[in-house]
């Protein structure tokens, strides 16, 4: 009996959340971002433009995570919050970036050469996802084995 009422709850929690699930997902990010934007106009260091990605990348897995169908993290939804956040901390490096003094020389050079990062992840997500389409194209037009093995017997 108490599994049939924990299998209920389940049922009605998880209708709930199919229901508004949209709604549940857009918040979530929405959230990370304004919760970011808040963290960075009250610490505009380098720690609070370090907290931006934290945020945005957390909110991200979340958010998407809800609004995807599956309950398991995948590869393009972890892609696209790494996407998201860096470009968040682009930004923030960007709006901050006049009033960030650091006197160590790596620190430096990071924030300097920061968009070759950028521009290397971004090419990533994009490149990765072109070959994840390639590769379900190719998949999807091979033939099974078993058309194959009648083909060669004729």
Not at 33 to 45: E, N, Q, W
Not at 82 to 108: Q, R, W, Y
């Amino acid at each position: 009996m108490a599994t049939d009422k924990r299998e209920e709850c389940f049922k009605r929690a998880s209708s709930i959340i199919n229901k508004y699930r949209t709604v549940a997902g857009s918040r979530v990010i929405i959230f990370g971002f304004a919760v970011s934007i808040l963290i960075a106009c009250i610490i505009p260091t380098l720690t609070g433009i370090g907290l931006i990605g934290i945020v945005v990348l957390t909110t991200m897995l979340v958010g998407g995570n809800i609004l995807s169908k599956e309950h398991q993290l995948t590869t393009g939804e972890v892609r696209r919050a790494i996407a998201v956040s860096c470009t968040a901390v682009l930004f923030g490096l960007l709006a901050f970036g006049d009033t960030i003094f650091t006197n160590s020389t790596i620190v430096k050079s990071i924030l300097e050469k920061f968009w070759l990062i950028y521009l290397t992840i971004i090419g990533f997500y994009f490149g990765g996802r072109s070959a994840e389409k390639i590769a379900e194209n190719i998949a999807a037009k091979k033939p099974t084995d078993n058309n194959t093995a009648s083909k060669k017997r004729k």
